[in-house]
C-alpha cells in the first residue's frame, strides 16, 4: 500500500507595506515563521501562512491594505488550511481593532507593533484553530530583539524604537510608542553576526536616529555609534534613516566625513518650506535653520546626496505657503523626493485643524511639486554623468535581468554590464546615462 503521509511543505508569504520599520519588523516576523517550520514563498494561491504587515501614515496605505485583506478571502475560501496574520501600525491604532476584525473576520491573528515577539505562540494557536487579537498598549523593551533573515548583502538593523516628536500630521508616535534606544554593545553584536553571514552593507534603521541615546547617562550619541560601526571588519557600507533636521549635529556630519564606510547621503525630511507652515506642523524649526544645515553639509561632504520627505496640503497651506516649498526645493536641490497629500489621522492634532485643504488642491500641488522635484533629480544624474562611482553590486536588474544592479554611496541605482560573480563586492562603474529613476554605466 502506498504511503500517503502530507510531505507539504508549509508556505509563508509576507507583504510588507510602508517604511523600513515596517519592513524590518516584517523581517522578524517571518524568522520567527520559518522557526516554526514555514518556508519563504512567493505564491498566495498556495501558501500556508500570510502575514500582512501593515502601515497607517497614510489612509491611502490604509485602503490599499485593506483591499489587500478583502482579496485573501477568496483565497483561504479555496485553500482551508491558510492561516493569515495581520500586523503592525494599522492595527496598533487606538481603537480600531474591532473595526478591522468585524471588516475582516477570515484574519486568523491580529496583532500590534509592541508585541511582535510572541508571534510563534499566536501561531500555534490560530493553528489549532483559535483566532487571536493581541495588542499591547505599551512595549516592553526587554522584548525587542529583532531576529535577522541571514545572507543578505544588505540589512536594516534597528537602533532605536518609536518617537517623541510628536508632528501634528503623525500616527508613528501614537503606534510607536516612546523613545527608545538599544544599547550599542547590543547593536555591534547584531552588525557583527550579520557580516559574518555575508552582509556587506547595513542601514541603521530609527525614527529620529540624531537623538539615539539621548536617555544614556554617558553621553554617548549616534555620531559616536556611526564611528563605531564604520570601524567593525568586512562591513563596505552604513547609511542609517531617518535623520529630524533639528537633531542634525556639526559632529555628526563631521564623523560622516572622517569615516570610510559611512556613506554620503543623509535622509532629512523638510516636510514644508514655511515657517507658518512648519510652526504648525510642530517640527521645531525654521526654513532658514534647514538651510544652515544643508549649507553646513554641503560644505563638508560636498558629493553628498540629500533626500526629503515633504507634505503638501496640511491644513491651513495657502498659496504662498506651497511657493515656500517649490523654493526650497529648488534651492536644496534633493536628489529625490518622497513627496505626500497629506492625509488626516485621527486622534492628531491636525485633523482637528480648521481650514482643511480640499482634495483638489492637494492634487494640483503635488503634480506640481513632483514636476520640480523630477527635474532636479533628473539634473542631479546628469551631473554624475561620465564620473566613476563605488558601486556595491546587489544582484541581477529587475528590469533589465541580464544586467547587474547596485548603488553608488548616494543611493543612486544604476544597470551595467557584470559577472555576476561580483554580486556583494565593491566594483567602479562610469556613469554613462541618466534616466528617470537609474542611471546606465559600465564597469571600469
Ligand atoms: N499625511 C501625509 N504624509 C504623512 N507623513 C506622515 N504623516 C503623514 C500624514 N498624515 C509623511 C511624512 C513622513 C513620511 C514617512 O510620511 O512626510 O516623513
Ligand atoms: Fe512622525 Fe515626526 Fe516622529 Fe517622523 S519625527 S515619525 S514625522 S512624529
Same mark, same amino acid.
Given at each position: +500500500?502506498?504511503?500517503? +503521509? =502530507?510531505?507539504?511543505?508549509?508556505?509563508?508569504?509576507? /507583504?510588507?507595506?510602508?517604511?523600513?520599520?515596517?519592513? &524590518? =519588523?516584517?523581517?522578524?516576523?517571518?524568522?520567527?515563521?520559518?522557526?516554526?517550520?514555514?518556508?519563504?514563498?512567493?505564491?498566495?494561491?498556495? @501558501?500556508?501562512?500570510?502575514?500582512?504587515?501593515?502601515? !497607517?501614515?497614510?489612509?491611502?496605505?490604509?485602503?490599499?491594505?485593506?483591499?489587500?485583506?478583502?482579496?485573501?478571502?477568496?483565497?483561504?475560501?479555496?485553500?482551508?488550511?491558510?492561516?493569515?496574520?495581520?500586523?503592525?501600525?494599522?492595527?496598533?491604532?487606538?481603537?480600531?481593532?474591532?473595526?478591522?476584525?468585524?471588516?475582516?473576520?477570515?484574519?486568523?491573528?491580529?496583532?500590534?507593533?509592541?508585541?511582535?515577539?510572541?508571534?510563534?505562540?499566536?501561531?500555534?494557536?490560530?493553528?489549532?484553530?483559535?483566532?487571536?487579537?493581541?495588542?499591547?498598549?505599551?512595549?516592553?523593551?526587554?522584548?525587542?530583539?529583532?531576529?535577522?533573515?541571514?545572507?543578505? $548583502?544588505?540589512?536594516?538593523?534597528?537602533? +532605536?524604537?518609536?518617537? =517623541?516628536?510628536?508632528?501634528?500630521?503623525? $500616527?508613528?508616535?501614537?503606534?510607536?510608542?516612546?523613545?527608545?534606544?538599544?544599547?550599542?554593545?547590543?547593536?555591534?553584536?547584531?552588525?557583527?553576526?550579520?557580516?559574518?553571514?555575508?552582509?556587506?552593507?547595513?542601514?541603521?534603521?530609527?525614527?529620529?536616529?540624531?537623538?539615539? #541615546?539621548?536617555?544614556?547617562?554617558?553621553?554617548?550619541?549616534?555620531?559616536?555609534?556611526?564611528?563605531?560601526?564604520? &570601524?567593525?571588519? #568586512?562591513?563596505?557600507?552604513?547609511?542609517?534613516?531617518?535623520?529630524?533636521?533639528?537633531?542634525?549635529?556639526?559632529?555628526?556630519?563631521?564623523?560622516?566625513?572622517?569615516?570610510?564606510?559611512?556613506?554620503?547621503?543623509?535622509?532629512?525630511?523638510?516636510? @514644508?518650506?514655511?515657517?507658518?507652515?512648519?510652526?504648525?506642523?510642530?517640527?521645531?524649526?525654521?526654513? *532658514?535653520?534647514?538651510?544652515?544645515?544643508? *549649507?553646513?553639509? &554641503?560644505?563638508?561632504?560636498?558629493? !553628498?546626496? /540629500?533626500?526629503?520627505?515633504?507634505?503638501?496640503?496640511?491644513?491651513?497651506?495657502?498659496? @504662498?505657503?506651497?511657493?515656500?516649498?517649490?523654493?526650497?526645493?529648488?534651492?536644496?536641490?534633493?536628489?529625490?523626493?518622497?513627496?505626500?497629500?497629506?492625509?488626516?489621522?485621527? #486622534?492628531?492634532?491636525?485633523?482637528? +485643524?480648521?481650514?482643511?485643504?480640499?482634495?483638489?488642491?492637494?492634487?494640483?500641488?503635488?503634480?506640481?511639486?513632483?514636476?520640480?522635484?523630477?527635474?532636479?533629480?533628473?539634473?542631479?544624474?546628469?551631473?554624475?554623468?561620465?564620473?566613476?562611482?563605488?558601486?556595491?553590486?546587489?544582484?541581477?536588474?529587475?528590469?533589465?535581468?541580464? &544586467?547587474?544592479? #547596485?548603488?553608488?554611496?548616494?543611493?543612486?541605482?544604476?544597470?551595467?554590464?557584470?559577472?555576476?560573480? !561580483?554580486?556583494?563586492?565593491?566594483?567602479?562603474?562610469?556613469?554613462?546615462?541618466?534616466?528617470?529613476?537609474? $542611471?546606465?554605466?559600465?564597469?571600469?
Amino acid at each position: +500500500m502506498c504511503n500517503t +503521509m =502530507d510531505v507539504h511543505a508549509k508556505k509563508v508569504v509576507t /507583504l510588507v507595506y510602508g517604511c523600513q520599520m515596517s519592513e &524590518r =519588523d516584517a523581517e522578524t516576523l517571518t524568522v520567527i515563521s520559518s522557526e516554526q517550520g514555514y518556508e519563504r514563498s512567493g505564491n498566495l494561491e498556495d @501558501a500556508d501562512l500570510i502575514i500582512i504587515n501593515t502601515c !497607517c501614515v497614510r489612509e491611502s496605505a490604509e485602503n490599499k491594505i485593506l483591499g489587500k485583506i478583502g482579496e485573501l478571502k477568496k483565497i483561504k475560501e479555496k485553500n482551508p488550511r491558510l492561516k493569515i496574520a495581520v500586523s503592525g501600525c494599522m492595527v496598533q491604532q487606538p481603537g480600531v481593532l474591532q473595526h478591522l476584525q468585524k471588516k475582516a473576520p477570515h484574519v486568523d491573528i491580529w496583532t500590534g507593533t509592541h508585541n511582535i515577539h510572541h508571534f510563534a505562540e499566536q501561531l500555534v494557536k490560530a493553528q489549532a484553530g483559535e483566532k487571536v487579537a493581541e495588542i499591547w498598549a505599551e512595549p516592553d523593551a526587554r522584548m525587542e530583539l529583532p531576529l535577522a533573515e541571514k545572507g543578505k $548583502i544588505k540589512a536594516n538593523v534597528n537602533i +532605536m524604537f518609536g518617537c =517623541d516628536n510628536y508632528c501634528t500630521y503623525c $500616527i508613528v508616535p501614537h503606534v510607536r510608542g516612546r523613545e527608545r534606544s538599544r544599547r550599542p554593545e547590543e547593536i555591534m553584536e547584531e552588525i557583527r553576526d550579520l557580516v559574518a553571514n555575508g552582509c556587506r552593507e547595513v542601514t541603521l534603521l530609527g525614527q529620529n536616529v540624531n537623538s539615539y #541615546g539621548r536617555e544614556f547617562a554617558s553621553g554617548y550619541d549616534f555620531a559616536d555609534l556611526l564611528g563605531e560601526v564604520d &570601524r567593525i571588519p #568586512g562591513l563596505y557600507r552604513v547609511r542609517f534613516i531617518t535623520s529630524h533636521p533639528k537633531d542634525l549635529s556639526d559632529k555628526l556630519v563631521l564623523t560622516i566625513a572622517a569615516g570610510k564606510h559611512l556613506c554620503e547621503h543623509i535622509h532629512l525630511p523638510v516636510q @514644508a518650506g514655511s515657517n507658518d507652515v512648519l510652526k504648525r506642523m510642530n517640527r521645531k524649526y525654521t526654513r *532658514e535653520y534647514y538651510l544652515d544645515r544643508v *549649507e553646513f553639509i &554641503r560644505r563638508v561632504l560636498p558629493e !553628498c546626496s /540629500l533626500t526629503t520627505d515633504i507634505i503638501v496640503g496640511f491644513p491651513g497651506e495657502t498659496k @504662498a505657503d506651497f511657493e515656500q516649498t517649490l523654493d526650497m526645493v529648488r534651492q536644496v536641490h534633493y536628489s529625490q523626493a518622497f513627496t505626500f497629500m497629506y492625509s488626516k489621522r485621527s #486622534g492628531t492634532p491636525a485633523a482637528i +485643524m480648521p481650514t482643511q485643504i480640499p482634495l483638489d488642491v492637494k492634487k494640483r500641488r503635488l503634480q506640481q511639486l513632483m514636476g520640480v522635484q523630477n527635474a532636479e533629480s533628473l539634473a542631479w544624474r546628469q551631473k554624475m554623468l561620465g564620473k566613476t562611482w563605488e558601486v556595491l553590486v546587489e544582484g541581477p536588474s529587475k528590469t533589465n535581468p541580464e &544586467r547587474m544592479t #547596485g548603488r553608488t554611496r548616494g543611493n543612486e541605482l544604476i544597470v551595467f554590464a557584470a559577472e555576476e560573480s !561580483c554580486v556583494g563586492s565593491l566594483v567602479q562603474v562610469r556613469a554613462l546615462e541618466a534616466h528617470s529613476w537609474t $542611471i546606465f554605466g559600465e564597469l571600469v
